[in-house]
């Protein structure tokens, strides 16, 4: 079924992604994250010693700060900090560093849509950067529902607006392992098919959140690609540099 | 390490203590040691003979009771209420009125909220709560419409948490559906002056009330979750505050009355939800909803009665 987009996508086609990282000189860590119009940047410090109250002193405690693009943080914000806290709490390895602190900043450049995955995306570019302990990479997509029942990915903020749910999907990045294929399986899915973070917004049908994360599984694949590709490049870069 | 009762009942626990009376009091010490101890393993031995420590089967929810606007599931205690107000509504949505949700968690509620320094988890809550009402459809908001363009009911919905023993977001909304399905709207009529005055304040018969057929506001598609804990491959329903700290994976479900999917919440979490998971946690939510609608509607025709 073809749908037409405002800006000529194809239903599952993403916008164009960049990511640069070690952008910033004082942080420990940073990435700057865009995919079209929304832009995030990111940045790490820490790990910094001793956790926060009513965090666990036996593991490392990670605290997220975001910083909107206008304005004072409100109820949504502490949402999305919230979220973003326990989605890389369960990527990184806490028991290496106990008893500290890293503190990830999220500075939201422009906001076209799609503002938490891209957010998930820019930390995890900048906790690599930063060299934290990190048991996978966490890939973040957002699929929206149509009235039609059609799901489009990536949406622009106006299409966000248009359609009657949207889910926000966060996916281990697929691994390449020298084991033979199918020793990584759960229950006899792949790694990368397990759900980190979902949220949703607004009625759908169970189908289709199912066809939603299929769709969203598939558009992992590209973007785990992506952060391959791009870490991979950086890190040749920055050896011929140094 | 077997050497606790299975179940932690006062009745069990004379029972089970009786063959071994000797040791009973250090028996019982051991076991509370070894819960504050290894949390973790003391869950998954309960877990291994599909049992948790109070008794409950895995998939099944705490007592629920709902008397007004009170909601208890288990020893989780919420109070909700609702305050109308008489405002302009916005240019864009001249036919329509406003529903405003907060949700606090008093100090009262919980050992770690501190006086003076608001709970880091009362905003996020209040939100998923605006969130899930909201687009839910619940409520129709052209129905809170009292003169168009010109006046328009604005409903404060404010939710008090009096005691936080898990499973926070099932029972503000539990207790937020109570209010709302009990609400009764005030009738008012427009003075000379087009201010809208309470009817029974002003003593005047002969003006025309307003809202003379809108006293109740019909609730449609009435949202109800149930939160999950998972564990290996373990899903827990309705988690208390302790598994809920113990285990780190919690999945809330919120379908409404015509199994639409209103909300799939899983912030993060050690456990990766695979399909079957998730496909677990929906049909425990279905079982859920229709224990709650039968809950509510006997707590509403309770309140007829009287």
Redesign the interface.
């Known amino acids: 079924m073809e749908v037409d987009r405002e800006d000529g996508r194809s239903q599952n086609q993403l916008r164009p992604l960049a990511c640069s990282r070690n952008i910033l000189h004082r942080a420990h860590g940073s990435a700057s994250w865009s995919q079209g119009d929304t832009k995030v940047l990111a940045a790490v410090y820490g790990p910094k010693a001793g956790t926060k109250k009513?965090e666990n002193p036996e593991k490392a405690c990670i605290e997220v700060i975001w910083k909107p693009k206008t304005g004072q943080i409100g109820?949504?914000e502490?949402?999305y900090e919230?979220?973003l806290?326990?989605?890389?709490?369960?990527i990184c390895i806490l028991t290496v560093n106990p008893n500290t602190t890293t503190s990830i900043i999220v500075q939201v450049v422009n906001d076209d849509g799609a503002l938490l995955p891209s957010a998930i995306n820019a930390a995890c570019m900048a906790l690599v950067d930063a060299g934290i302990p990190m048991k996978h990479l966490a890939v973040a997509i957002c699929c929206c529902v149509a009235k039609s029942g059609y799901v489009i990915l990536d949406p622009t903020k106006l299409e966000e607006q248009k359609m009657k749910?949207f889910?926000y999907l966060v996916f281990?990045n697929s691994v390449r392992s020298v084991l033979p294929e199918g020793s990584l399986r759960?229950?006899g899915?792949p790694?990368e098919?397990?759900?980190?973070?979902?949220?949703?917004?607004?009625?759908?049908?169970?189908d289709?959140?199912?066809y939603c994360?299929e769709r969203g599984r598939a558009a992992s694949v590209k973007l785990s690609d992506f952060l391959r590709r791009n870490l991979q490049q950086q890190s040749t870069d920055s050896s011929k540099a140094g | 390490m077997c050497f606790f009762p299975l179940f932690r009942s006062k009745e069990n626990r004379l029972t089970m203590g009786l063959p071994n009376a000797s040791g009973d009091l250090s028996t019982e010490v051991e076991v509370d040691a070894f819960r504050r101890l290894f949390p973790l393993r003391f869950y998954e031995k309960h877990l291994l003979e599909s049992i948790r420590p109070d008794a409950r089967p895995l998939g099944r929810a705490r007592e629920t009771t709902i008397a007004l606007a009170l909601a208890k599931i288990g020893s989780t205690t919420m109070l909700a209420a609702i305050k109308m107000e008489v405002m302009t509504p916005s240019l864009e949505t001249p036919d329509e009125g406003c529903i405003a949700i907060d949700f606090h968690m008093p100090p009262i509620c919980s050992p770690i909220v501190r006086p003076g320094r608001p709970a880091e988890g009362a905003p996020v809550v209040a939100k998923q709560l605006s969130d899930t009402i909201l687009s839910s459809g619940m409520i129709n908001l052209k129905e809170l419409s009292l003169v168009s363009g010109k006046a328009a009911w604005m409903a404060y919905l404010d939710i008090y948490c009096l005691d936080a023993d898990g499973a926070l977001f099932d029972t503000a909304l539990l207790s937020a559906v109570a209010a709302f399905s009990h609400l009764e709207i005030p009738v008012v009529s427009l003075n000379d002056d087009g201010k809208i005055v309470l009817s029974e304040e002003q003593g005047l018969s002969d003006r025309e009330p307003v809202n003379k057929e809108k006293r109740k506001i019909n609730l449609s598609s009435v949202p109800f979750s149930l939160t999950c804990v998972l564990h290996k491959n373990y899903i827990l329903a309705d988690p208390t505050a302790e598994e809920e700290s113990i285990m780190d994976t919690i999945v809330t479900v919120v379908l409404d009355s015509s199994s639409q999917l209103v909300s799939l919440h899983k912030p993060g979490g050690t456990v990766l939800a695979y399909t079957s998971a998730i496909q677990d946690c929906i049909a425990l939510t279905r079982q859920r909803v229709k224990e709650l609608q039968k809950i509510l509607e006997e707590g509403i025709s309770g309140m007829e009665v009287d």
Request: charged share 25%; aromatic share 6%.
């Open positions: 009513n109820k949504p502490k949402e919230m979220i806290k326990r989605t890389l709490e369960s749910a889910a281990p759960v229950e899915e790694i098919n397990g759900i980190i973070t979902s949220v949703t917004h607004g009625i759908m049908s169970v289709d959140y199912f994360l």
